[in-house]
Nanobody, 125 residues
Framework: QVQLEESGGGLVQPGGSLRLSCVASPFRLDDYEVGWFRQAPGKDRERVSCISSRSGPTYYADSVKGRFTISRDNAKNTVYLQMNSLKPEDTAVYYC??????????????????WGQGTQVTVSS
């Protein structure tokens, strides 16, 4: 069964950090562009960050530039999202998704082939 699994979410105070992980099985994640999305209550799912299949180009939403860093460890079949200087408005369920696009980062959720179940991130004092 093809799946993506996120981990690393939790409750953190404003200004704190979390690192999310996305592990794929049984397929090779390095054949795919991988994106992190988030969805807050009552809002649409939004694209946060993406990384190309071979650890080349990346994308960040303006709201997270300078605070979040996406990376991948292909040996571990894992993509990470390091989140620093977290703000209450970062509170959401975070999802990873994989797309086989040949190098571009789809904005539409419908262009992603696989999705994880999500991990909750709550930023609150």
């Amino acid at each position: 069964q093809v799946q993506l699994e996120e981990s690393g979410g939790g409750l953190v105070q404003p200004g704190g950090s979390l690192r999310l992980s996305c592990v794929a099985s049984p397929f090779r994640l390095d054949d795919y562009e991988v994106g992190w999305f988030r969805q807050a209550p009552g809002k649409d799912r939004e694209r946060v960050s993406c990384i190309s299949s071979r650890s080349g180009p990346t994308y960040y939403a303006d709201s997270v530039k300078g605070r979040f860093t996406i990376s991948r460890d292909n040996a571990k079949n894992t993509v990470y999202l390091q989140m620093n200087s977290l703000k209450p408005e970062d509170t959401a369920v975070y999802y990873c998704a994989a797309a086989s696009t040949g190098g571009y980062f789809p904005q539409s959720i419908h262009e992603y082939d696989y999705w994880g179940q999500g991990t909750q991130v709550t930023v609150s004092s």
